[in-house]
């Protein structure tokens, strides 16, 4: 059984593909497997592939499919993993060569149920290290948790076990799937080293906004409802109700202010505000709005007026 699975959804990543492949394949644990899933791509990525599968036919499975959008890949590799842990990575990607031998090490050495590390936003001209903050209990990850996937190890198991799934056709995947499993585990570690190198392009579907933004209404609904038939509600309402509160007048607001079409920035403004205060009526009470961090500040000032200009900054900066 190998110790990691990395699951890597490649969809016309041709300039970038080999290099993820090359981190992955050089990774100080030799016993892992890379289960990449081609997507359906149009350039050169199947072919690449094809070649590194020759090349490593005892590392690399690939896997190909019709072309259905990151989470569909993702979920297409998942029942493939053999391995103890899974690991996602997206193939524009790159990591660092001793990064799972690292997070594996970690793992057994507390049993934990996910492992979590730091990363690094690569810019054409700059980099910057993002160093996340230790959670200590499940209630704190939902409150300053980084949602992404891929700087996570998960054990196999509990992914398996669980069937929770990424939600496809939908952006902000990695936002449903982490605060669904997060009631499944038990014991979460951490290695406080920046591994993954996370590539900004401008064209990427993260850096695109349009009327999908709008799409983070669906992926939070998901999220409550699941809670709610999980029978958590009455015990996570407080944090949930926070962090929808934050993801609306924070990241998914500098998002809504950033699309092109004036209407379509228009109505989600307006609907955001409005999703807002008729779930939450009573969200400026929320406790978790006393800490002292400037996102709690800005948040408190926040009425039908002042959510406007900030809106209007946003737009601005």
Known sequence: MPKVSIIVPVYNVEPYLARCLDTLINQTIKDIEIIAVNDGS???????????????????????????????????????????????????????KDMYEKMYKEAQKG???????????EYPNKRRIDTGAIYHSKKEAIEIARVVAWNKLYKKDIVMNSGILFPEGLRYEDVEFFYKILPKLNKIGFVKEPFIHYIQRSNSIS????????????????????????????????VLEYTYARYLLCSSLKRMAKIGDKNTRKKLLNLTWERLNILFPEWKKNKLLRKKRMKNVYMRCMNKATYKIAYTLFRIL
Request: hydrophobic share 30%; net charge negative.
């Open 42 to 96: 149009k350039d050169n990525s199947g072919k690449i592939l094809e070649t590194y599968q020759e090349k490593y036919p005892e590392k690399i499975k690939v896997l190909n499919k019709t072309n259905g959008g990151l989470s569909s890949a993702r979920n297409f590799g998942i029942p493939y993993a053999t391995g103890e842990y899974i690991a996602f990575i997206d193939s524009d990607d790159y990591v660092e």
């Open 111 to 121: 049993d934990y149920d996910m492992v979590e590390c730091d990363f690094i936003w």
């Open 207 to 238: 850096n695109t906004q349009n009327e999908r933004t709008k799409e983070i209404f669906d992926v939070l609904d998901h999220v409550l409802e699941f809670y709610k038939n999980q029978g958590l509600w009455n015990e996570y309402k407080e």
